[in-house]
């Protein structure tokens, strides 16, 4: 009887082991920087035009007017930091495609960036399912075509 206590007591200090450790990583997942509101790329949209005036921040998040044919959105592209280290640069009058996902924020028109391409290359801020990539130190991908297409060419030589 004892021994079977005693497997009741580990089992379910292993379940509550279990559980804070859940309840962790769920409340990370939920205080991401500068993507408190998700995305979904089922609802993404090509934005094209031209930058309107220089990047500015608003708590350490890096933002852009970006004038289309039909309006003006703000484009959120993502953390200071991550974009200072992909060199990736962005100045007024720039012509640029911006792929991303529209929400209206604080009644703004806002565009959650995925990846913005412009003559100086392609800057990717999010994997495909739309996670940020600058989550747990991930690399920086600039221009996605010539990486793909480098493993593609191994995958025939093998």
Do not use: H
């Not at 500068?34 to 220089?54: C, H, P, Q, T």
């Not at 924020?105 to 003559?119: P, T």
């Not at 600058?134 to 593609?152: C, G, L, S, T, Y």
Request: aromatic residues 8%; hydrophobic residues 45%; contains cysteine.
């Amino acid at each position: 009887m004892r021994n079977k206590l005693l497997f009741f007591c580990m089992l379910l200090a292993a379940m509550a082991v279990l559980l804070v450790g859940v309840a962790a990583v769920s409340s990370e997942r939920r205080d991401r920087i500068g993507d408190v509101i998700g995305y979904n790329v089922l609802a993404e949209r090509v934005f094209e035009g031209s930058v309107e005036s220089k990047p500015y921040m608003i708590e350490q998040i890096v933002y852009f007017p970006l004038r289309t044919a039909n309006s003006v959105v703000q484009v959120q592209v993502g953390p200071k930091d991550f974009i200072e280290r992909s060199n990736f640069k962005i100045k007024a009058n720039d012509r640029v495609t911006v792929t991303g996902m529209p929400i209206v924020m604080n009644g703004r028109d806002v565009v959650l960036v995925r990846e913005i391409r412009s003559a100086n290359g392609v800057l990717v801020l999010r994997d495909p399912m739309g996670l940020p990539l600058w989550e747990n130190n991930r690399p920086i991908q600039m221009d996605p075509e010539r990486q793909k297409a480098f493993f593609q060419l191994c995958e025939v030589v093998n």
